[in-house]
């Protein structure tokens, strides 16, 4: 074993356990405001802590997931920061926003455009308040006091709601599960490019077996859903 490794594990466990204290005690000390769909934290490997919360007290509340990294940089890619940190990540696991994507050229080498469209929706922009608010009360917690937290971003010293949209559209990034972009829907969904067994509307011979048949996305990672809907692809092949 590498003679960082177990220290860094170590780390992780502790930085579990910390946050399903926090986790757990704000439910209890906000029962109205913090709906835990989820009132644990589960350790991922090396990779991390995860949490779901909601951010209201309707279970019908835009759920969000938060993920606790035992790192720190400005951007996947980019060397790590030199000091010491953990990087606390809320994903709007049900986001209304919607993107799209655009062919440009009948030449097949030209890229298409490709446009995210986050935080285009009122709901989206809230939940992103929401849960920037959340986590700096976690951090806020008595049991990591000790640890002496200071917030390097988006900076403690944002606080109205039009500073943290802002801080909002400028760090936030993609979490790498696209999908939606051949939606599965019926015949006269004019937003639909594939029918009820994947096939291409209007185009015969031609199925799409991918995340991008997702109508909507899951709440959650999108390898498991995908999986799936290749199976079902495969039976509807074979029938």
Known sequence: MHPFLSPLLTALRETAGLWRQQLVQLRHEHPRQIGLAVASVMLIGAGGSYAVATLGPDAADLPVREIVQPLSLDKFGEDLHSFNAFTA???????????????????????????????????????????MRLTRKIVSQPSLKPYCPVEYKPGAHLVNDDELRHAAGEIGTTIFHPVGTCKMGSLSDPLAVLDSQMRVIGVKGLRVVDASAMPTITSGNTAAPTMMIAIRAAE????
């Open 89 to 131: 990540s809320v994903c709007n696991l049900q986001p209304s926003s919607r993107g799209s994507v655009h062919i440009v050229s009948a030449n097949t080498h030209t890229p298409p455009r490709i446009d995210p469209n986050y935080l285009a929706t009122a709901e989206d922009q809230q939940v992103a308040l929401d849960a």
């Open 236 to 239: 509807l092949l074979m029938a």
